[in-house]
């Protein structure tokens, strides 16, 4: 067997043992749909550098309170953002540095 071959053969046999298996790569594509919708972008870039409450998205984003409520519904369902009571008051933030660097790392890749 020519040698090419035989390293292409190696090299597909190594990516088909590391390929994820479907549910992880399901819960994948399912995270990056989350991103794919803008509202829920303009929502977390607000949370980027500080927590805020469902009212003071709304005014940021000139949306209405309950759109903002519905899309943060969505967001924590799928880890990506959190909140905390304060008083009578419920406060956003994102969930964590990963959240954080995915939204860097797009904004990144789309300023280039």
């Known amino acids: 067997m020519d040698q090419s ?7 597909i046999k190594e990516i088909s043992e590391c390929m994820p298996n479907e549910e992880i790569l399901y819960d994948l594509a399912e995270l990056f749909r989350v991103f794919g919708d803008s509202t829920r972008i303009k929502i977390m870039y607000t949370l980027f550098e500080s927590e805020l409450c469902v009212n003071d998205i709304a005014e940021v984003l000139d949306m209405t309170q309950s759109a903002v409520s519905h899309q943060l519904r969505v967001l924590k369902a799928n880890k ?33």
């Not at 071959?5 to 090299?11: A, F, N, P, Y």
């Not at 959190?82 to 660097?101: A, E, Q």
């Open 80 to 112: 990506l953002v959190k909140f905390r009571r304060d008083g009578k008051s419920i406060i956003y933030s994102l969930d964590d540095d990963h959240v954080r660097s995915i939204l860097a790392l797009g904004m990144e890749h789309v300023e280039e």
């Open 5 to 11: 071959v035989m390293e292409h053969e190696s090299t």
